[in-house]
Protein backbone atom coordinates (compact mmCIF):
# COMPACT_ATOMS: atom_id res chain seq x y z
CA UNK A 1 0.00 0.00 0.00
CA UNK A 2 1.26 3.16 -0.57
CA UNK A 3 -0.01 6.78 0.18
CA UNK A 4 0.60 9.94 -1.11
CA UNK A 5 -0.60 12.99 1.27
CA UNK A 6 -0.85 15.85 0.04
CA UNK A 7 -2.27 20.21 0.70
CA UNK A 8 -0.29 20.94 3.34
CA UNK A 9 1.44 25.24 3.08
CA UNK A 10 1.58 28.41 4.76
CA UNK A 11 -1.20 29.62 6.18
CA UNK A 12 -1.76 32.21 8.61
CA UNK A 13 -3.30 31.55 12.32
CA UNK A 14 -7.56 31.64 11.97
CA UNK A 15 -7.10 30.21 8.51
CA UNK A 16 -8.08 26.72 7.11
CA UNK A 17 -6.25 24.46 4.67
CA UNK A 18 -7.88 21.02 3.61
CA UNK A 19 -5.02 17.59 3.39
CA UNK A 20 -5.45 14.78 1.32
CA UNK A 21 -4.28 11.02 1.08
CA UNK A 22 -4.80 8.93 -1.82
CA UNK A 23 -4.08 5.34 -1.41
CA UNK A 24 -2.52 3.12 -4.61
CA UNK A 25 -4.89 -0.15 -2.68
CA UNK A 26 -7.99 -1.45 -4.16
CA UNK A 27 -8.91 -2.69 -0.72
CA UNK A 28 -8.62 1.34 0.62
CA UNK A 29 -12.17 0.99 2.22
CA UNK A 30 -11.47 -2.25 4.24
CA UNK A 31 -8.62 0.33 5.77
CA UNK A 32 -9.04 2.20 9.26
CA UNK A 33 -7.05 5.32 8.59
CA UNK A 34 -5.89 8.49 10.26
CA UNK A 35 -3.64 11.26 10.58
CA UNK A 36 -0.62 11.87 12.61
CA UNK A 37 1.63 14.56 13.02
CA UNK A 38 5.31 15.31 14.12
CA UNK A 39 6.48 19.04 15.00
CA UNK A 40 9.98 19.89 14.87
CA UNK A 41 12.36 18.02 17.73
CA UNK A 42 8.68 16.47 19.13
CA UNK A 43 7.64 12.70 18.73
CA UNK A 44 4.97 11.68 16.32
CA UNK A 45 1.26 12.03 17.96
CA UNK A 46 -2.05 11.31 16.83
CA UNK A 47 -4.65 13.75 14.99
CA UNK A 48 -7.50 11.79 14.12
CA UNK A 49 -8.80 8.41 12.84
CA UNK A 50 -11.94 7.51 10.97
CA UNK A 51 -13.24 3.61 10.85
CA UNK A 52 -13.04 1.31 7.58
CA UNK A 53 -16.17 1.41 5.04
CA UNK A 54 -18.62 4.06 5.93
CA UNK A 55 -16.26 6.15 8.16
CA UNK A 56 -18.77 6.35 10.57
CA UNK A 57 -16.36 6.38 13.47
CA UNK A 58 -14.35 9.30 14.25
CA UNK A 59 -11.86 10.46 16.64
CA UNK A 60 -9.75 13.15 17.81
CA UNK A 61 -7.08 14.34 19.72
CA UNK A 62 -8.00 16.92 22.04
CA UNK A 63 -6.22 19.55 20.94
CA UNK A 64 -8.16 19.39 17.62
CA UNK A 65 -11.45 19.02 18.50
CA UNK A 66 -13.82 20.94 17.11
CA UNK A 67 -11.42 22.75 14.62
CA UNK A 68 -10.57 19.33 12.32
CA UNK A 69 -12.62 17.23 10.77
CA UNK A 70 -11.59 13.98 9.04
CA UNK A 71 -13.57 12.38 6.38
CA UNK A 72 -13.25 9.53 4.11
CA UNK A 73 -14.22 9.21 0.05
CA UNK A 74 -13.45 5.33 -0.80
CA UNK A 75 -14.23 5.43 -4.62
CA UNK A 76 -11.22 7.81 -4.62
CA UNK A 77 -9.04 6.20 -1.67
CA UNK A 78 -9.20 9.06 -0.26
CA UNK A 79 -8.80 10.41 3.41
CA UNK A 80 -9.22 14.19 3.70
CA UNK A 81 -8.53 16.15 6.91
CA UNK A 82 -9.99 19.48 7.11
CA UNK A 83 -7.96 21.50 9.33
CA UNK A 84 -10.03 25.22 10.42
CA UNK A 85 -9.16 28.20 12.71
CA UNK A 86 -5.54 26.72 12.25
CA UNK A 87 -3.05 27.76 15.12
CA UNK A 88 0.68 28.45 15.35
CA UNK A 89 1.06 25.52 17.44
CA UNK A 90 -0.30 23.15 14.71
CA UNK A 91 2.34 23.50 12.43
CA UNK A 92 3.90 20.17 11.83
CA UNK A 93 4.53 17.64 9.59
CA UNK A 94 1.12 15.64 9.00
CA UNK A 95 1.41 11.85 7.89
CA UNK A 96 -1.40 9.61 6.70
CA UNK A 97 -1.62 6.13 8.33
CA UNK A 98 -3.64 3.32 7.06
CA UNK A 99 -4.12 -0.03 9.49
CA UNK A 100 -5.67 -3.35 7.79
CA UNK A 101 -8.11 -5.86 8.96
CA UNK A 102 -4.99 -7.88 9.55
CA UNK A 103 -3.44 -4.80 11.33
CA UNK A 104 -0.85 -4.34 8.80
CA UNK A 105 0.50 -0.22 8.90
CA UNK A 106 1.40 1.99 6.61
CA UNK A 107 2.69 5.67 6.43
CA UNK A 108 2.52 8.30 3.61
CA UNK A 109 5.31 10.58 3.35
CA UNK A 110 3.66 13.59 4.85
CA UNK A 111 3.21 16.89 4.20
CA UNK A 112 4.63 20.38 6.19
CA UNK A 113 2.10 22.64 8.10
CA UNK A 114 3.13 26.00 8.62
CA UNK A 115 0.77 28.28 10.68
CA UNK A 116 2.23 31.87 11.10
CA UNK A 117 0.99 34.37 14.01
Known amino acids: VQLQASGGGLVQAGGSLRLACVAT????????MGWFRQAPGKARKFVAG?????????IYADSVKGRFTISRDNAKNTVNLQMNVLKPEDTAVYYCHARTIIGAEYWGQGTLVTVSS
Open 25 to 32: DRTFSSYS
Open 50 to 58: ISEESGELS
